[in-house]
């Protein structure tokens, strides 16, 4: 699978957009979080999973394996592109995506400090 082809497939789930997020592009459920994010220079993406799920897909190919820190704990999966069918990238991001739409909507960091502004 290639850079494009990740890309182009991210951006096919409803209500999904593609921000800059550091040195990656992040894909995230508007309203929501992000679900994926690209590294175009290493060829990978780093997909977040369900534990459960993260287990199935890093026994079933090489090139799939939790991310080797905390974030890794929490689901997050990377994919080699270059080492990975378009299936297995449709089946993960499907699994994010889904994952992400069940959560409840994000709330806003400052929704606590709405008062406070007021007082000046």
Do not use: C
Not at 26 to 33: L, M, Q, T, Y
Not at 86 to 115: I, P, W
């Amino acid at each position: 699978m290639t850079v494009k082809e990740f890309k182009n497939l991210a951006l096919t789930f409803p209500g999904t957009e593609e921000k800059p997020h550091f040195d990656r592009t992040a894909f995230k459920v508007i309203g929501k979080r992000i679900f994926a994010t690209l590294h175009e220079a290493s060829e990978s993406a780093n997909i977040v999973l369900p534990i459960k799920d993260k287990e199935v897909f890093s026994a079933m190919n090489k090139g799939i394996y939790p991310v080797p820190n905390k974030w890794g704990t929490h689901g997050w999966t990377t994919f080699e592109l270059i080492k990975i069918t378009y299936a297995m990238a449709l089946d993960a991001l499907d699994t994010a995506h889904k994952e992400v739409l069940r959560s409840k909507t994000r709330k806003s960091k400052f929704r606590n400090y709405q008062g406070l502004f007021n007082l000046f």
